[in-house]
C-alpha cells in the first residue's frame, strides 16, 4: 500500500517529514517551498483515489500560484499540528 492510498497515513508521513526539516534547522519558508513542489507533483502525477483527492487537485489546477503556495502553507500547518483538528 502506498503511502498517498491513505489520507492519515499521508498526513502522519508528511508530518514527520517537517518535524525531521524543523528539527535540521531548515526554514519555514523552505519547507512551504517543498510543500509546494509536492504539490505541484501529485496534482500533475497523480490520479485522485477519491472525491475529497479530485476535489484538492481541481483546486490546485484552477489556483494561482499565490494560492497554491498558500495551501501548501495551510497543508503544513495542518500536519505540524495534528492536535489541532
Same mark, same amino acid.
Given at each position: 500500500?502506498?503511502?498517498?492510498? +491513505?489520507?492519515? #497515513?499521508?498526513?502522519?508521513?508528511?508530518?514527520?517529514?517537517?518535524?525531521?526539516?524543523?528539527?535540521? $534547522?531548515?526554514? @519555514?519558508? /523552505?519547507?512551504?517551498?517543498?510543500?509546494?513542489?509536492? $504539490?505541484?507533483?501529485?496534482?500533475?502525477?497523480?490520479d485522485p /483515489?477519491n472525491e #475529497?483527492?479530485?476535489?484538492? #487537485? #481541481?483546486?490546485? @489546477?484552477?489556483?494561482?500560484?499565490?494560492? /497554491?503556495?498558500?495551501?501548501?502553507?495551510v497543508m503544513? @500547518?495542518?500536519?505540524?499540528?495534528?492536535? +489541532?483538528?
Open positions: 500500500m502506498s503511502v498517498l492510498s +491513505n489520507f492519515d #497515513q499521508w498526513k502522519e508521513f508528511l508530518g514527520e517529514r517537517v518535524e525531521q526539516a524543523v528539527e535540521t $534547522g531548515m526554514s @519555514n519558508e /523552505k519547507i512551504s517551498s517543498v510543500a509546494y513542489r509536492v $504539490g505541484e507533483y501529485l496534482a500533475e502525477k497523480v /483515489k #475529497q483527492e479530485r476535489l484538492l #487537485q #481541481q483546486m490546485w @489546477n484552477v489556483a494561482s500560484d499565490e494560492d /497554491k503556495h498558500a495551501m501548501a502553507r503544513v @500547518n495542518l500536519v505540524a499540528h495534528p492536535d +489541532n483538528h
